[in-house]
């Protein structure tokens, strides 16, 4: 079976990481969010908007007021 010398480099880095927090993950979590916070590098969250629901996912949410009224409007 073919072997991609990268994906395999990585593999052992992450194994290496993980190991070094004791496979813990709200440690692992924390050191990242430290290492994120020192970057000074800007970050951006891309979750979406609440409150906007999009015509075809055909969900009444966030809508306030009468949602079932709102989503079925007459043609």
């Known amino acids: ?21 004791n496979y813990d993950l709200d440690a692992i979590f924390e050191d990242l ?9 800007e970050i951006v969250s891309l979750s979406r908007k609440r409150g906007r629901t999009a015509r075809w996912s055909g969900r009444a949410r966030d ?8 989503s079925r409007r007459p043609t």
């Not at 969010?33 to 590098?41: C, L, N, P, V």
């Not at 809508?63 to 709102?70: C, N, R, T, Y």
Request: no cysteine.
């Open 33 to 41: 969010r430290r290492k994120e916070a020192e970057s000074g590098r």
């Open 63 to 70: 809508l306030g007021g009468d949602a079932e009224s709102a």
């Open 1 to 21: 079976m073919w072997k991609d010398e990268i994906v395999e480099e990585i593999h052992k880095i992450r194994e290496s990481y993980a190991k070094s927090f």
